[in-house]
């Protein structure tokens, strides 16, 4: 079935600002500026970045409500057919709290951790988010894996390994460490396990929820805004050492360091205004592809995002490349291919189809040739 002028939309929207989105984080987290003391630092303030990415998913929420109150007021029943506002707009919002805060927390530390190993990398380790989902749905959604799930799940992890070692074979960054970079990817994998149950409580909570797009990811933007603003407080007391934190207080954030040094720099402000905006629309997009066509397709157009922040990686020598990644980037695709039923299943079921006829036509071919053989004799 040929994709309608509203669903390509989405799904250029969905490849365009997810890259947008990782690359704005890794821009600015490759400024360098002039922090209180003063001194040149990058620019690493994780969960400021978390709090600018909630701010932009909050402001979705006020778009809802523009849209809502516009259509409504047209009394012309487009309120309810619209796809940005129709569904189920009266429900408890707190059943987004937990799968808010799930968000918040992998966020921020997904943010540690690309700022310390390559924006493609970052990519491509979110894939092992198939790994947990999977072992956690066994036991809080009693689902079975398959075999070809479990083929799946193995080949991300053979991937993930590639990846993880050519991180470490193309470091040229003096500044960067081999123990930074597998911390950085450490991380990474660590924050898709919290991904994972964010996953698993959104189809076990909200799976027969018809939320529009828009009103859920404002509220989780709400929700996300509260939590990260409250942990901002005891983060500015946190004493930590390089890599983790790189501020003039020696702290894991510095909140006003960082509007100091986002004020200095416009650079910085672009950055942050991209991280806002970016992932409200990335957010709505995916959601809306889920919705629209399937969560497939979402999968297949998160992996053409990939491939888009490497080859700008590449482009702006951001990263080298390396052989190993491409390796270990293949074989994510083809164990969430695995996973996720498409193209490798069918290939592998259509090849063996194809043998078994093969081999029942060679059969076939054996028993005439015989029964010939037998006629002649006699």
């Known amino acids: 079935m040929a994709w309608t002028n509203y669903q390509r939309t989405l799904a250029m929207l969905q490849i365009i600002t997810g890259s947008f989105n990782t690359l704005s984080v890794k821009y600015a987290d490759r400024q360098v500026v002039l922090g209180e003391d003063e001194q040149l630092r990058h620019f690493n303030h994780p969960f400021m970045q978390s709090l600018f990415m909630f701010i932009g998913e909050a402001f979705c929420f006020l778009a809802f409500k523009i849209l809502y109150y516009y259509y409504n007021r047209r009394a012309d029943g487009s309120v309810d057919n619209n796809v940005l506002t129709k569904g189920s707009r009266i429900f408890n919002p707190f059943i987004l709290l937990v799968p808010a805060l799930c968000d918040m927390f992998a966020t921020s530390i997904m943010y540690i951790g690309l700022n310390m190993t390559y924006a493609s990398s970052f990519q491509m ?71 994972a149950v964010q996953m698993v409580v959104e189809e076990k909570y909200m799976g027969e929820q018809d939320i529009p797009a828009l009103q859920a990811i404002g509220w989780e933007g709400i929700f996300g805004c509260i939590g990260i603003s409250i942990a901002l ?146």
């Open 125 to 195: 380790l979110r894939g092992s988010v198939i790994v947990f989902t999977g072992i956690l749905s066994i036991g809080f959604l009693n689902r079975k894996l398959g075999i070809r799930e479990w083929i799946g799940i193995g080949f991300v992890i053979t991937g993930l390994a590639f990846v993880g070692v050519s991180d470490i074979l193309t470091m040229e960054d003096a500044d960067i460490s081999a123990n930074s970079i597998i911390t950085g990817d450490l991380l990474i994998i660590f924050a898709q396990v919290i991904t």
């Open 233 to 378: 407080i005891p983060l500015n007391y946190i004493t930590a050492l390089p890599p983790f934190a790189d501020n003039s207080r020696g702290t894991l954030e510095a909140t006003t360091e960082a509007l100091i040094e986002i004020g200095s720099s416009s650079k910085l402000v672009i950055a942050v205004i991209g991280i806002a905006f970016s992932i409200a629309f990335f957010n709505f997009a995916g959601i809306s592809v889920t919705k629209e066509m399937s969560a497939t397709t979402r999968m297949i157009l998160d992996s053409v995002r990939t491939i888009v922040i490497w080859a700008f990686s590449l482009a702006f020598q951001w990263q080298v490349f390396h052989y190993m990644q491409l390796i270990g980037f293949l074989i994510l695709l083809i164990g969430m291919a695995c996973y996720n039923n498409i193209i490798i299943p069918q290939l592998v079921q259509k090849y063996r189809c194809r043998l078994g006829r093969h081999t029942l036509a060679d059969e076939d071919r054996i028993i005439n040739t015989a029964a010939d053989d037998v006629q002649e004799t006699i």
